[in-house]
């Protein structure tokens, strides 16, 4: 039973990448949720929707790749449900990059690898350059920004 109150996602392992790029059908359910209100996505099982209590982490705030990806991490763990469709649908409402991703698997297009902000920990585990990971998530904040022009 619930220990600890409040501490939320302490010690939790990251999910596994490569099983967890959804079909078609998760596709399609995740894209469907986006036209859901919160309220809405939480009676289809995710109950817990509470935004984090601090902003999102601007990576210009931190000297270093490190640094960002900690309080990124941080960031995403103090949001409550962390199953995978949560994930996605947080990606997807603020990342055109995200949503397109979800089209193209639901309309059984090729999709072309991205490094979504929650896969961070998993880049973690496997050794991607911290640099990198940081130059993408700027990329694709410049891309999305120009796009909403
Ligand atoms: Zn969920």
């Given at each position: 039973?619930?220990?600890?109150?409040?501490?939320?996602?302490?010690g939790?392992?990251?999910?596994?990448a490569?099983?967890?790029?959804?079909?078609?059908?998760?596709?399609?359910?995740?894209?469907?949720?986006?036209?859901?209100?919160?309220e809405?996505?939480?009676k289809q099982?995710?109950?817990?929707?509470?935004?984090?209590?601090?902003?999102?982490?601007?990576?210009k705030?931190?000297?270093?790749?490190?640094?960002f990806?900690?309080?990124?991490?941080?960031?995403?763990?103090a949001?409550?449900?962390?199953?995978e469709?949560?994930l996605?649908r947080?990606?997807?409402?603020?990342?055109?990059g995200?949503?397109?991703?979800?089209?193209?698997r639901r309309?059984?297009?090729?999709?072309?690898?991205?490094?979504?902000?929650?896969?961070?920990?998993?880049?973690?585990?496997?050794?991607v350059s911290?640099?990198?990971?940081?130059?993408?998530i700027?990329?694709?904040?410049?891309?999305?920004?120009?796009?909403r022009?």
């Open positions: 039973m619930p220990r600890g109150g409040k501490r939320k996602g302490a939790r392992k990251p999910v596994e490569e099983a967890k790029a959804p079909n078609k059908e998760r596709a399609s359910a995740i894209l469907a949720g986006l036209s859901l209100t919160d809405q996505w939480k099982g995710h109950p817990d929707q509470e935004p984090p209590p601090f902003e999102e982490p601007n990576p705030r931190y000297s270093t790749p490190q640094d990806i900690q309080a990124h991490m941080d960031w995403e763990l949001k409550r449900c962390q199953c469709d949560c996605w947080r990606d997807a409402q603020s990342d055109r995200a949503r397109e991703y979800l089209w193209n309309d059984g297009h090729s999709v072309r690898n991205i490094n979504h902000i929650h896969d961070k920990p998993i880049d973690l585990n496997v050794n911290m640099a990198d990971v940081i130059r993408d700027r990329t694709r904040k410049q891309e999305y920004e120009r796009n022009k």
